[in-house]
């Protein structure tokens, strides 16, 4: 069974990087599609990007000016990086697998911008 | 603001049938692409219930079932439970914006 974990700082300065790791358990990273969906307090989810690791990354036209999603399949790792962040990226962090649909979450990391 | 609309909120007492609908447009449900519902609990990451319009993951109970017409999609909660209290999102893609999105959630309440 697949497991996926998110970690990084919880508390992120405005204007500076917001920085994530997913670790994965149970399946190759190579051999999926992997998702970061966010999640603002009280809000729907917020769909951030999709990457194939041998193939192409597709991002949120929204976000694609500060997301970079990246990953290192030697220790079976997802990461997240988004620029210039303000107030309004303050929200539960995501990642999921994507198995023509979501299929499999983490538990989620809550990131606050403070200012 | 999502291109998906959901009704903010539904309920009904149990053992009664609700409905939960998604309208979208011609560049998300109308294009064909798939609809797929998520449950989220408080505090917990949303969990699939339907994928594919209809298909229902191992697991989940037949009491719930998805729908796909034209440029919307409904999912159906028969025999309502208090454990089915939870927020609802569906979820496709539109090919307008070049990637997923989801449906702005429904809040079913058990009376």
């Known amino acids: 069974q697949v497991q996926l974990q998110e970690s990084g700082p919880g508390l992120v300065k405005a204007s500076e990087t917001l920085s994530l790791t997913c670790t994965v358990s149970g399946a190759y990273i190579g051999a999926y599609y992997w998702t970061w969906v966010r999640q603002p307090a009280g809000k729907g989810p917020e769909w951030i990007g999709r990457m194939y690791i041998s193939g192409t990354t597709n991002y949120n036209p929204s976000l694609k000016s500060r997301v970079t999603m990246s990953a290192d399949t030697s220790k079976n790792q997802l990461f997240l990086k988004l620029t210039s962040v303000t107030a309004a990226d303050t929200a539960v962090y995501y990642c999921?697998?994507?198995?023509?649909?979501?299929?499999?979450w983490g538990q989620g990391t809550l990131v606050t911008v403070s200012s | 603001q999502s291109v998906l609309t959901q009704p903010p909120s539904v309920s009904g007492a149990p053992g009664q049938r609700v409905t939960i609908s998604c309208t979208g447009s011609?560049?998300?449900?109308?294009?064909?692409?798939?609809v797929h519902w998520y449950q989220q609990l408080p505090g917990i990451a949303p969990k699939v219930l339907i994928y594919g319009n209809t298909n229902r993951p191992s697991g989940v109970p037949d009491r719930f079932s998805g729908f796909k017409s034209g440029t919307s999609a409904s999912l159906a909660i028969t025999g309502l439970q208090a454990d089915d209290e939870a927020d609802y999102y569906c979820?496709?893609?539109?090919?307008?914006?070049?990637?997923?999105?989801f449906g702005t959630g429904t809040k079913v309440t058990v009376l």
């Open positions: 999921a697998r994507w198995n023509n649909f979501l299929d499999s």
């Open positions: 011609r560049s998300n449900i109308g294009a064909g692409y798939d």
């Open positions: 979820q496709s893609y539109d090919s307008r914006l070049s990637g997923y999105v």
